[in-house]
């Protein structure tokens, strides 16, 4: 494999949902779920972002970040509704996705870009929450297909797309 192309389609494993977490209403913390309905039109079903942006349906961050954030933060663990992303993901570099598929479930996501921080880091986090955040946020991603998608669920790269 001399193609750096080709070594961009090459994942050493699948990855796995770990976490779900929707925002009802605007500015009201997270609830915690097992699963959700993703809709191509409104992302996931009962979030209030409901797809107000078309590359931004859902927000997926690295289960891996978590731990460095928290360490970052001088904390042992970070609850990942703090970090107000939807989709927590193991083992599988999220950033690595960007402009590709991947398959949740029987949903279909295209990684569109990297999910910045807001300023509400800075009050869910402490101070310095903002800069701790910066280059650890995630991920947007757009529905391309619907469906469900459940904690335990593989997370696998379509490379027939």
Same mark, same amino acid.
Request: a positive charge; one cysteine or more.
């Given at each position: 494999m001399d193609n750096i192309n080709d070594l961009f389609n090459v994942f050493p494993r699948s990855g796995r949902v770990e976490w779900i977490g929707i925002r009802p209403e605007r500015n009201t913390a997270v609830e915690v779920v097992d699963s959700v309905a993703v809709s191509e039109k409104k992302g996931l079903v009962g979030d209030h972002y409901?797809?107000?942006?078309?590359?931004?349906? &859902? +927000?997926?961050?690295? /289960?891996?970040?978590?731990? &460095? &954030? /928290? /360490?970052?933060?001088?904390?042992?663990i970070l609850d990942p509704a703090l970090v107000r992303r939807n989709i927590v993901v193991s083992g599988i570099n999220l950033l690595a996705l960007k402009d590709k598929q991947i398959q949740l479930g029987d &949903?279909?996501?295209?990684?569109?870009?990297?999910?910045?921080?807001?300023?509400? $880091?800075? /009050? +869910?986090?402490?101070?310095?929450?903002?800069?701790? $955040?910066?280059?650890h946020g995630g991920m947007t991603a757009k529905v391309v297909q619907g469906g469900q998608i459940r904690v335990g669920d593989a997370v696998v790269v379509n490379l027939s797309e």
């Open positions: 409901r797809g107000q942006s078309g590359s931004r349906h &859902v +927000t997926l961050i690295q /289960a891996e970040h978590l731990p &460095v &954030v /928290a /360490a970052l933060l001088g904390r042992d &949903v279909i996501l295209k990684i569109t870009g990297q999910c910045h921080p807001c300023s509400k $880091m800075e /009050a +869910t986090l402490g101070p310095g929450g903002y800069n701790t $955040m910066r280059g």
